[in-house]
Nanobody, 129 residues
Framework: QLRLVESGGGLVQFGGSLNLSCAAS????????ITWFRQAPGKEREGISC????????NYADSVKGRFTISRDNAKDTVYLQMNDLRPEDTAVYYC??????????????????????WGKGAQVIVSP
C-alpha cells in the first residue's frame, strides 16, 4: 500500500514562492507517474502538473505553466512542486496522487481524479493579496 504525504504548504504573500514535497512510503514510485491536483473552496479538483515515472516528461495546466516546476528524486521516492509568482487564485488544498504506469515516460495532467491510484491527504496553500 503506497502512502503519500504532502508537506511545504503554508501562507505566502502575492508573488511569493513555496516548494511542496510529496514523499512516498510503503512502496516505490518507480512505476508511478505523479500528478499534483489542487482544489479551491467550491471548485472541482483539477490536475495542474504531472511528471512521468522516469522523470523525463512533465506537463502543466495553462493556469500554472511558466510559474510552477515539477521534479522528482526517485532515490528518495519524493516529488516536488516548486511554485513561484504565487497569486491569490492559487489558494487551494494541494494533493499529490500516483498512477501506476509501466510506460515510464508517460504522464497526464488530465487524468480524472477517480482514476488515480493513491492520494495524499493534501497541503493547504494560502496566497494573500
Amino acid at each position: 500500500q503506497l502512502r503519500l504525504v504532502e508537506s511545504g504548504g503554508g501562507l505566502v504573500q502575492f508573488g511569493g514562492s513555496l516548494n511542496l514535497s510529496c514523499a512516498a512510503s510503503g512502496g516505490t514510485l518507480d512505476y508511478n507517474y505523479i500528478t499534483w491536483f489542487r482544489q479551491a473552496p467550491g471548485k472541482e479538483r483539477e490536475g495542474i502538473s504531472c511528471i512521468s515515472a522516469s522523470g523525463t516528461n512533465a506537463n502543466y495546466a495553462d493556469s500554472v505553466k511558466g510559474r510552477f516546476t515539477i521534479s522528482r528524486d526517485n532515490a528518495k521516492d519524493t516529488v516536488y512542486l516548486q511554485m513561484n509568482d504565487l497569486r491569490p487564485e492559487d489558494t487551494a488544498v494541494y494533493y499529490c496522487a500516483a498512477k501506476s504506469s509501466f510506460i515510464r515516460a508517460l504522464c497526464s495532467v488530465t487524468t480524472l481524479p477517480g482514476n488515480m491510484d493513491w492520494w495524499g491527504k493534501g497541503a493547504q496553500v494560502i496566497v494573500s493579496p
